[in-house]
């Protein structure tokens, strides 16, 4: 079974369109996160968000908007993409969001506007 | 060797070498690190941590050093093999920030 499980794996897209990335965790976990890895692999938190409550927002624009229906799953809306988007996107958890605490990712949605 | 690519770091070993990987940390108020291993195509992987009251820790193959007067971390991986080639990060966690802050990654290959 998946700890960290994110959907897609892969996503290509226009320039201007409106897609979501959805991450659901079966740790138990109170606390998820998003991050942000750039073409050169260099990881940037996005955002965090514990027992279904806005943490984190780290300067990210607000075309940008997560969403947390339960504290299993962080899903992230992303509105009129722009190329700079490309990336890979990382969904994490981690048991209650304090410090001194590991963070288990999931394996990355890829993606790619053109 | 070590050497500066145009984008990672790279240090390249031959199987069964000694590999030490090493990052300098910004923030001195930071009191958790941790090393992650990401494979390609996956998501960053825990190896092991370290608390700041500590200077070293070890696990099965691998060894953190911390240096708190320096700000500097290693990661120390013993007959290195060829599926430990992967992009390395260290990350740091400030004393109460619940997120970590994740340096630039250090890819290692390991050839046969």
């Known amino acids: 079974d998946t700890a960290v499980s994110q959907t897609p794996k892969y996503l290509v897209t226009q320039m201007g369109n409106d897609k979501s990335i959805k991450c659901e965790q079966n740790?138990?976990?109170?606390?998820m996160y998003w991050y942000k890895q750039d073409s050169k692999k260099f990881l940037k938190i996005m955002f965090s968000y514990n027992n279904k409550e806005l943490i984190i927002n780290e300067t990210v624009p607000n075309r940008f908007s997560p969403k947390s229906p339960d504290k299993a799953h962080l899903n992230l809306h992303i509105n009129s993409l722009e190329l700079g988007d490309s990336a890979v996107y990382f969904c994490a958890s981690s048991q209650a969001g304090g410090n001194n605490e590991k963070l288990f990712f999931g394996s990355g949605t890829q993606l790619s506007v053109l | 060797g070590e050497s500066v690519g145009l984008h990672l770091p790279t240090l390249s070993v031959q199987e069964g070498d000694n590999s030490i990987i090493n990052c300098a940390y910004s923030?001195?108020?930071?009191?958790?690190f941790i090393w992650y291993k990401q494979e390609s195509g996956k998501g960053p992987q825990f190896i092991i941590d370290?608390?700041?009251?500590?200077d070293k820790r070890q696990g099965q193959r691998v060894t953190v050093l911390l240096n708190k007067t320096v700000k500097h971390l290693s990661l120390q991986i013993a007959a290195t093999q060829p599926g430990d080639s992967a992009v390395y990060f260290c990350?740091?966690?400030?004393?109460?920030?619940?997120?970590?802050?994740f340096g630039k990654g250090t890819m290692l290959l390991v050839s046969p």
């Open positions: 740790l138990g976990h109170d606390t």
């Open positions: 370290i608390r700041s009251n500590m």
């Open positions: 990350a740091e966690s400030p004393t109460g920030y619940s997120t970590l802050t």
């Open positions: 923030n001195s108020a930071s009191d958790y």
